[in-house]
């Protein structure tokens, strides 16, 4: 089993920047992948950023593309994402997620463990 920790969510104000962390703990590995998802009230929950934990190629989706950035210290087995110029269209619950699998991918269902969420705000 992999557990996921996330933290660094909380309120910012347009233009701002938050900083989300996602510690593994347990049967963690090297040559899988984790990703961000955020859900947003009444949407389906959408990928973010994925990286891979031995090579540390990334993929993003379009909205976070040039303002999020995902990194990993593998000697913390920490990902974060930094987050720059956040919208209020940003708002959302984030999702570290993590799959054994080391190719990148967008699908939720593809990842097989789940943090608990941290809860991101940018009021309009």
């Known amino acids: 089993q992999v557990q996921l920790v996330e933290s660094g969510g909380g309120l910012v104000q347009a233009g701002g920047s938050l900083r989300l962390s996602c510690a593994a703990s347990?049967?963690?590995?090297?040559?899988?992948?984790m990703g961000w998802f955020r859900q947003a009230p009444g949407k389906e929950r959408e990928f973010v950023a994925a990286?891979?934990?031995?090579?540390?190629?990334?993929y993003y989706a379009d909205s976070a593309k040039g303002r999020f950035t995902i990194s990993r210290d593998n000697a913390k087995n920490t990902v974060y994402l930094q987050m720059n110029s956040l919208k209020p269209d940003d708002t959302a619950v984030y999702y570290c997620?993590?799959?054994?699998?080391?190719?990148?991918?967008?699908?939720?269902?593809?990842?097989?463990?789940w943090g608990q969420g941290t809860q991101v705000t940018v009021p309009s």
């Open positions: 997620a993590a799959r054994r699998a080391p190719s990148l991918t967008t699908a939720t269902r593809s990842y097989n463990y």
């Open positions: 347990g049967r963690t590995f090297g040559s899988g992948t």
């Open positions: 990286i891979n934990w031995s090579s540390g190629n990334t």
